[in-house]
């Protein structure tokens, strides 16, 4: 979809701002620039749009070489997002939206539909936001119209220079879920920008590291980056804590999951007390007759009397196979549990410990070819 080829920029001093640049943006996918500051990063992104022009190589969007069409034309085709969202302060929020389609030459009826639709899509509702002005809006709220209004027109591809840098943690972390939401529901192809490893290894499809003037180190997605790095300063830049960052971009599977023992809602609560005393761990899951998680009981729960049904414990929390290793290890530090159950709907498929969690990580790490497993 987007490819650079030989690309390079030099200004008028010598300085070198991309060194002979070859590379491709896979049609639909999110790939991410990440390197020290004066890699290039910003000057890679513009001159895909031509804010900033090449000195030599060509840059291809669909097909075409874009060093050769109307700057003014090709940036109508093109979504671009940067960090302080660029929204017009004299604009009301959905006047900002409707700005390129208004420019395409669209009716207004339908750029303000556009608008209210995006809008919505971006989680703010154009009925209370789409009369505010910018400033009448937090932080994170002006990116998400930033990202509303550079999904427009449509454009097949967008350009994002460090979108989320400027806004807190929180708001950070909310808008990366939802434009990942957002992404999967619209399959652009995304160029993104950031100085930020954690938020390239959680959004992108790619990564591509950059060192000084503009050299790619290497572009393979996050579990290779993180688990093989290139070289030595692809390793250094990632860190030297890139092993629990990979917690992020490793999905539960079932394969790594432990299997305590089981006990039916239905049985009494003897027979549970003779499979836990049988067993190494002092409880046991308790399923449904379809098989279906329903809590726990421990040893003392199964003293006495009755079915297990009258003595089951609920869960705290619970993670869908798919889930990230990360997210269950936070849940399983959070409520200071050693396990924490995985379920594919309701059916119960064996729980994830820390052990475990180590275990998948050792298992899917890509090797070096000669390089033994840590």
Not at 88 to 97: A, D, G, K, M, S
Not at 171 to 191: M, N, P, S, W, Y
Not at 249 to 275: G, K, M, Y
Request: charged share 25%.
């Amino acid at each position: 979809m987007i490819r650079l080829h030989g690309v390079e920029k030099t200004y008028g001093d010598g300085t070198t701002a991309v060194r002979s640049l070859t590379l491709d943006v896979r049609r639909g996918e999110l790939l991410a620039l990440v390197g020290p500051s004066g890699c290039g990063k910003s000057t890679i992104l513009r001159m895909v749009n031509r804010l900033i022009e090449p000195t030599h190589g060509s840059i291809e969007l669909d097909g075409e070489d874009v060093t050769h069409v109307d700057p003014v034309q090709l940036r109508r085709r093109i979504g671009y997002v940067i960090q302080a969202s660029g929204l017009f302060p004299h604009e009301r929020v959905r006047q900002n939206v409707m700005t390129v389609p208004s420019l395409l030459g669209w009716d207004k009826q339908r750029a303000r539909a556009r608008a209210d639709e995006l809008l919505e899509l971006v989680g703010l509702d154009p009925s209370q936001y789409g009369n505010r002005y910018p400033h009448e809006l937090s932080g994170g709220q002006q990116q998400r119209v930033g990202v509303a209004r550079a999904l427009a027109a449509d454009p097949p591809v967008l350009l994002m220079d460090e979108p989320f840098g400027a806004v807190d943690p929180i708001q950070r972390d909310r808008l990366q879920a939802q434009f990942r939401h957002i992404q999967a529901e619209l399959g652009k192809t995304v160029l993104l920008v950031t100085h930020d490893i954690d938020e390239a290894v959680r959004l992108a499809d790619r990564i591509a590291v950059l060192s000084v003037g503009g050299v790619l180190e290497q572009v393979a997605d996050p579990t290779t980056v993180l688990g093989a790095p290139a070289n030595d300063f692809v390793a250094d830049f990632v860190g030297s804590d890139r092993g629990l960052r990979r917690l992020a971009v490793t999905p539960i599977d079932p394969q790594d999951l432990e299997h305590p023992p089981t006990v039916r809602q239905s049985e009494d609560l003897a027979t549970a007390r003779a499979v836990i005393d049988a067993a190494a761990q002092p409880f046991a899951v308790v399923l449904d007759d379809a098989g279906n998680l329903r809590g726990w009981v421990g040893r003392r729960e199964t003293e006495g009397t009755g079915t297990v049904a009258d003595r089951q414990r609920r869960f705290e929390e619970t993670a869908d196979v798919g889930d990230t290793l990360r997210r269950a290890l936070a849940e399983i530090v959070q409520h200071d549990a050693g396990w924490l159950p995985v379920v594919d709907g309701d059916r119960y498929l064996g729980v994830l410990t820390p052990t475990s969690v180590y275990t998948a990580l050792r298992r899917t790490a890509p090797q070096r070819e000669g390089t033994p497993v840590a």
